[in-house]
């Protein structure tokens, strides 16, 4: 299974861009990359997935480099409900397609 | 829609005694349910994979006799800790993929507590 690096913390002022890097540098060609986040005692919530072209949709940006060995996660303007513990995930391309979460960046917006 | 509900959202047990989690696709039909554990600061630990109808997989150094899981529809799926001890306190954590990109949506957690 391919494993995700990603940094343990980070800060973002209010109304800035938080830009979320990933490595997953043993990525297979059919595998997808997720982006989930945790709010504290919640379940997950599901942001963006992508498997080579950059992303977009309401909540975030995806931008996955030419090789695909690592990503970055962009929310445009981080507000303060988006503090969180966010997840860079490959999902396994066959059988049962689960999931394997590494240890995510807990990431802070300040005021 | 791919909504996912969990009940209990939380439950306090008996050492020695057994506890029940229900894990329901509200608007979808689910063809894999998981079902991670999360410990206090700690990343999700995925225990098992259920698909409808069938023996659930486990991951390794998970029990199958202590957890048991039963997939008996295709929106529903359930975990049931046997024989509670206070270290199997943790957050437990459902999650349900349909036909597609199966990307998998999660219930909203039961904290369980064991004293």
């Known amino acids: 299974d391919a494993k995700t690096t990603q940094p343990p913390s980070m800060d973002c002022a209010e109304g800035r861009a938080a830009n979320l890097p990933c490595n997953h540098s043993?990525?297979?060609?059919?595998?997808?990359v997720y982006w989930y986040r945790q709010i504290h005692s919640q379940g997950p919530q599901y942001i963006i997935h992508?498997?080579?072209n950059n992303e977009t949709n309401e909540m975030a940006s995806l931008i996955i480099t030419e090789d695909r060995k690592s990503s970055t996660l962009i929310l445009p303007h981080a507000t303060l409900r988006d503090t969180a513990v966010y997840y860079c995930?490959?999902?396994?391309?066959?059988?049962?397609?689960?999931?394997?979460f590494g240890t995510g960046t807990r990431l802070k917006v300040l005021a | 829609g791919a909504v996912v509900s969990q009940h209990p959202s939380w439950v306090i047990c008996k050492s020695g005694t057994s506890v029940k989690i229900e894990c329901r696709s509200l608007?979808?039909?689910?063809?894999?349910m998981f079902w991670y554990r999360q410990f206090p600061k700690q990343s999700l630990m995925l225990m098992a994979t259920?698909?409808?109808?069938?023996?659930?997989?486990?991951e390794q150094g998970v029990e199958k006799d202590k957890f048991l899981i039963n997939h008996a529809s295709l929106t529903l799926s359930t975990l049931t800790v046997t024989s509670a001890h206070p270290e199997d306190s943790s957050f437990y954590i459902c999650?349900?993929?349909?036909?597609?990109?199966?990307?998998?949506?999660f219930g909203p957690g039961t904290r369980l507590t064991v004293t």
């Open positions: 999650s349900a993929t349909r036909r597609g990109p199966y990307e998998q949506y």
């Open positions: 043993t990525i297979s060609g059919n595998e997808y």
């Open positions: 992508g498997l080579k």
């Open positions: 995930i490959v999902r396994v391309a066959k059988g049962t397609y689960k999931y394997i």
């Open positions: 608007d979808f039909q689910a063809t894999t």
């Open positions: 259920s698909n409808e109808g069938s023996k659930a997989t486990y």
